[in-house]
């Protein structure tokens, strides 16, 4: 398995920006796709972005297309998550995944290894 490690969350105003950074650890990275979700209180879990480890192919929920931008930096095994124009909406508990799936089609349940999470909250 992989161990994935987030860092980055905080508070930003409404129209601000964070960049996530998850680390991973262990054997054959090359070998997983990798996944950000966020979570808030009472709700599923949801996908935010994917990609593939080499970062050639991404994929992003609709809400966050055009504002968010996930990315891969193979050297140092580490996977980002630059947000921008952040909104109130935005606010939740941010995972990084890793999935041995096809990240392409890889659904929440096809991730095997998850981090602790990191809060992100925006204010207005």
């Known amino acids: 398995q992989v161990q994935l490690v987030e860092s980055g969350g905080g508070l930003v105003q409404s129209g601000g920006s964070l960049r996530l950074s998850c680390a991973a650890s262990?054997?054959?990275?090359?070998?997983?796709?990798m996944g950000w979700f966020r979570q808030v209180p009472g709700k599923e879990r949801e996908f935010v972005a994917s990609?593939?480890?080499?970062?050639?192919?991404?994929w992003y929920a609709a809400s966050v297309k055009g504002r968010f931008a996930i990315s891969t930096d193979n050297a140092r095994n580490t996977v980002w998550l630059q947000m921008n124009g952040l909104k109130l909406e935005d606010t939740a508990v941010y995972y990084c995944?890793?999935?041995?799936?096809?990240?392409?089609?890889?659904?929440?349940?096809?991730?095997?290894?998850w981090g602790q999470g990191t809060q992100v909250t925006v204010s207005p």
């Open positions: 995944a890793a999935t041995r799936d096809d990240v392409s089609i890889a659904t929440r349940s096809d991730y095997e290894s």
């Open positions: 262990g054997r054959m990275l090359s070998d997983y796709g």
């Open positions: 990609t593939t480890w080499s970062g050639d192919s991404t």
